[in-house]
């Protein structure tokens, strides 16, 4: 069971005391790998009997790590932070309910959701502790100068930028999924339906979605002065309209950013070698460039 699987099931019947407690600890995990007992008891402003009561009742959801030394504290698992970000979106009027997972990766969960007004969403767990902290670093740059970048910070900050680029790219006509909102570690977007291009044994119309996705590239740069970054046939999302929605933007660059014609040619060039070693088309890298670039 993931760690959303255990937030959507215990996060009706957390209290705001529960929740009290929960956000206590966020806060003080600035300070502490593990918050001390009597810290959450002071910071809470809740009495010690009624801080124990919590402490014992979150552990057993499964919400916190519990951590005895020279004394006893305790941390955000996965699960707590999840409930303290759909506890926001629910009060802001965003979210109603979380639904059947859509898909799981390395660095996220995504589930079907549905807002208080009834519509269907996706929202994007993110969960950059799933792959080295050393990796982690290495693949995202926006992660460079925070060495000491806690899990929980990294999967926050990775959901800001997404939505920031979300919020740039589709006021452009750029085919990806509407952004709606977002807390801590997690985006609520528009609905994601299809399947990763990687995965498609067969296009009817390669060379159709081949200038479909170098549109949309195109449109980014043009329109919005956003770079994908870390583009590839793994997050170019074909409809069973057959076509294309492309996700995954936290490692987005603007184009005046200094390494954006290094990130542009190698997001192009991804694109370029998956429909020439799968589909045997061919178009020469700089002509490409010239064709994105092209006011």
């Not at 802001?92 to 959701?113: M, N, W």
């Not at 740059?141 to 900050?157: C, E, I, P, V």
């Amino acid at each position: 069971m993931s760690s959303a699987d255990v937030a959507a099931r215990v996060f009706r019947q957390l209290e705001p005391e529960d929740i009290r407690v929960l956000a206590t600890i966020e806060v003080d995990l600035s300070r502490h790998r593990f918050v001390p007992e009597p810290d959450i008891i002071r910071l809470s402003g809740l009495a010690e009997k009624e801080v124990k009561y919590r402490l014992e009742r979150l552990s057993g959801f499964g919400l916190l790590y519990r951590w005895i030394g020279p004394y006893v504290g305790y941390a955000l698992n996965m699960a707590g932070y999840d409930c303290l970000a759909l506890n926001a979106l629910v009060k802001a009027g965003i979210l109603e309910s979380l639904g059947k997972p859509l898909g799981v990766g390395k660095e996220s969960d995504v589930y079907d959701a549905l807002t208080q007004s009834g519509e269907r969403v996706a929202v994007k767990f993110h969960r950059l502790g799933r792959i080295s902290f050393r990796q982690t670093r290495r693949l995202r740059g926006y992660l460079f100068d925070r060495r000491h970048a806690s899990w929980l910070y990294q999967s926050r900050l990775a959901a800001e930028r997404e939505m920031e680029a979300l919020k740039l790219v589709y006021p452009c006509g750029v085919s990806v999924p509407k952004p709606i909102g977002h807390n801590r570690h997690v985006v609520v977007m528009g609905i994601i339906e299809g399947d990763c291009l990687f995965r498609i044994t067969e296009l009817p119309s390669p060379e159709e979605i081949l200038d479909e996705i170098l549109e949309n590239v195109r449109r980014a740069y043009i329109g919005a002065g956003v770079i994908h970054g870390d583009l590839s046939e793994f997050n170019v999302i074909i409809n069973p309209d057959w076509h294309i929605l492309i996700i995954d933007w936290p490692q987005y660059v603007r184009v005046s950013h200094p390494n954006a014609e290094m990130l542009l040619k190698r997001d192009l060039s991804n694109i370029l070698k998956f429909f020439r070693r799968k589909y045997g088309l061919i178009r020469e890298l700089e002509e490409t460039l010239n064709y994105i670039k092209r006011p």
